[in-house]
C-alpha cells in the first residue's frame, strides 16, 4: 500500500496535537521534530523536508491557529494543505489540441512502466474521455517493445503503427502522424526508446522527435519505487526535454511514496497520473488533496465513490434497492453485488479509502481472503434457482450436494447461509429505520 510507513507516523503525530484545546510553541517545535523525521524516512528529498518544516511551523504559531478555538485541527488542516500544495495543489488537467490529433510523447528509462503505462493511458483516454487513442511503437532498441506494444493494442484492441525497428524513430512518428490524421485517431501516444540510463544519444534522438511532432504533452515515466533516483531522472529529462507532466508508476508497491511527495518541488512539473497495479486500468489521475487526506488517515471517499460510479451499473443499483425494500433479495443478488464491488478493485484497497480506516482495530492489517471470496461465489453458483430463491429449502442433502459441487464443505455452506441470513434481517432493520425516518422527514 502507498505511504504506509508515512502515514502511519505522520497520524500518530497529529493524533497527539489534535484534541488540544491549546497550542504552545513548544508542542509545534516538538510535533516538527516528528513531521520531519517521519518525512526524511519517506525519502523525501532534505531540501523539501526543511522547507515544508518551515511553512508548517509559520503557519502554526501564528495567528490563524492560535486564534482558533480549536487550535490542535487547525495546525492537521496547516499540514494537509501544505501536503497538498507540496504534491502540486489543483489536479493537472490532461491537454487537448484544438488541432487533433492531441500528440503525447512517453518518456523514460527501462523497467520504469513505460510501455505498460503507454497501454494504460491509451485505455484511461477512450474509457474516461471517449477518446479514441493511437499507438505508436518507436522504440526501437529495446527487442521486446514492438512486440508487447502490439500485444498491448491487441489485447486493448486499439490500433498501433509500427514500421519494425530498421526505420528511423522520427520516421516512423512522421508516418504515424499522417496515418492518425486520415483515420481520425483524436490522441496519439508515441512509446519512445529507454535506456537504463540518461545519456546523450537517446536525449537527442528524443529532441529530434519532439521537433519533428511538437507534441502537446511530453509525460516522463518514472518508478516511484527508485525514490530519489526517480526523483534526479526527472529533474535531468525535465532540463533536457522540458516535460509537461510526470506519471508515476508501482505507486502500488511503494510504502514510502518520496519520490510523490518532492517530484513537483524540485521539477516544478506536475504529477499527472499515477500507477496503481499492473493491470490496464491501474491508472489514476492524480489528485494531491485526495492523496494528502490519505496519508493523513482522512480517507478518500472521492476516489472511493468515483470507483463505484465507474464499475457499479445504476440501473442495477436501483434494482436492487428495490429488492432490499420489498425483501425479495436472493443470492443471484448477493452475487452480482459481490461481483460490482471486486471489479472496483483489491477490497484492501478499498476499505482503507474509509476515513480513519487504518486506525481502526482488526482493519489496519486487514488482508482480505480473495480465496474464500471465490468459495463463496462457487456455493452460490452450485444452488438450483429454487435454493437461490429460498434458501430454507436447503436441507442436509442438499448441503452435502453443494459442498461438493463447489468443492468446499458442508462448514462453509452452513457458515454462509448464516451470514446471508444475518444480512437480510439487517437489511428489514434498514428498511424499517429508513421508513421511520421518512415519516419524520428524515434525508438518508
Ligand atoms: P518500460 O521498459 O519502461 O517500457 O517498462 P514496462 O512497461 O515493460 O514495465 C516494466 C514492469 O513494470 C512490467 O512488469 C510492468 O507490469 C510493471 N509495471 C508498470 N507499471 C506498474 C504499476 O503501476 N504497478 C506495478 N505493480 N507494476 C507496474
Redesign the pocket.
Known amino acids: 500500500m502507498a505511504f504506509e510507513g508515512l502515514a502511519d507516523r505522520l497520524q500518530n503525530t497529529i493524533q497527539k496535537i489534535r484534541g488540544k484545546g491549546k497550542v504552545t510553541e513548544s508542542d509545534v517545535k516538538e510535533m516538527m521534530r516528528e513531521v520531519r523525521l517521519a518525512l526524511l524516512e519517506a525519502d523525501v528529498n532534505f531540501k523539501v523536508v526543511k522547507e515544508f518544516v518551515k511553512k508548517v511551523s509559520e503557519r502554526s504559531v501564528g495567528q490563524e491557529v492560535m486564534k482558533s478555538l480549536t487550535p490542535g485541527q487547525q495546525v492537521i488542516k496547516v499540514v494537509k494543505e501544505e501536503l497538498t500544495e507540496l504534491m502540486g495543489g489543483e489536479q493537472s488537467q490532461i491537454a487537448v489540441s484544438k488541432r487533433p490529433p492531441t500528440v503525447i510523447m512517453m518518456a523514460?528509462?527501462?523497467?520504469?512502466?513505460?510501455?505498460?503505462?503507454t497501454g494504460k493511458l491509451a485505455n484511461l483516454l477512450r474509457k474516461k474521455y471517449n477518446r479514441s487513442p493511437m499507438l505508436v511503437a518507436a522504440d526501437i532498441y529495446?527487442p521486446a517493445?514492438i512486440k508487447?506494444l502490439e500485444t498491448l493494442g491487441k489485447q486493448l484492441n486499439m490500433p498501433v503503427f509500427s514500421l519494425g525497428d530498421q526505420v528511423s524513430p522520427v520516421e516512423i512518428v512522421r508516418q504515424a502522424l499522417e496515418q492518425a490524421k486520415e483515420n481520425h485517431n483524436d490522441y496519439v501516444l508515441v512509446d519512445t526508446a529507454?535506456r537504463l540510463h540518461i545519456d546523450g544519444e537517446l536525449m537527442n534522438e528524443l529532441k529530434e522527435i519532439k521537433d519533428l511532432a511538437n507534441p502537446d504533452e511530453i509525460f516522463l515515466?518514472v518508478d516511484s519505487m527508485t525514490g530519489q533516483d526517480a526523483v534526479n531522472v526527472a529533474q535531468s529529462f525535465n532540463e533536457q526535454l522540458e516535460i509537461t507532466g510526470v506519471i508515476l508508476?508501482?505507486?502500488?508497491?511503494d510504502t514510502r511514496g518520496g519520490a510523490a511527495l518532492s517530484i513537483r518541488s524540485v521539477t516544478q512539473k506536475p504529477i499527472k497520473f499515477v500507477?496503481?497495479?499492473?493491470k490496464l486500468d491501474?491508472l489514476e489521475p492524480f489528485h494531491p488533496e485526495r492523496m494528502a487526506s490519505r496519508i493523513l488517515g482522512m480517507g478518500d471517499m472521492l476516489t472511493l465513490i468515483e470507483k463505484a460510479q465507474a464499475s457499479v451499473d445504476e440501473e442495477k443499483a436501483r434494482e436492487l434497492e428495490k429488492k432490499m425494500r420489498t425483501m425479495s433479495f436472493t443470492f443471484d443478488d448477493f452475487l452480482d453485488q459481490l461481483g460490482q464491488v471486486r471489479k472496483m478493485g483489491p477490497l484492501e484497497d478499498i476499505i482503507k479509502m474509509l476515513p480513519g480506516a487504518n486506525r481502526m482495530k482488526g482493519l489496519d492489517n486487514l488482508q482480505v481472503d480473495e480465496k474464500k471470496i471465490g468459495h463463496v461465489e462457487a456455493i452460490i453458483k452450485s444452488m438450483t434457482k429454487a435454493e437461490k430463491e429460498n434458501p430454507e429449502i436447503i436441507n442436509a442433502g442438499r448441503k452435502k450436494r453443494i459442498a461438493r459441487g463447489s468443492g468446499t464443505n458442508v462448514q462453509e455452506v452452513n457458515r454462509l447461509l448464516k451470514q446471508f441470513e444475518e444480512m437480510k434481517k439487517m437489511m428489514k432493520q434498514m428498511t424499517n429505520m429508513q421508513q421511520k425516518g421518512k415519516k419524520k422527514g428524515f434525508k438518508f
Open positions: 523514460g528509462l527501462q523497467g520504469a512502466g513505460k510501455t505498460t503505462t529495446r517493445a508487447q529507454g515515466v508508476t508501482k505507486l502500488d508497491g500507477g496503481m497495479g499492473e491501474a
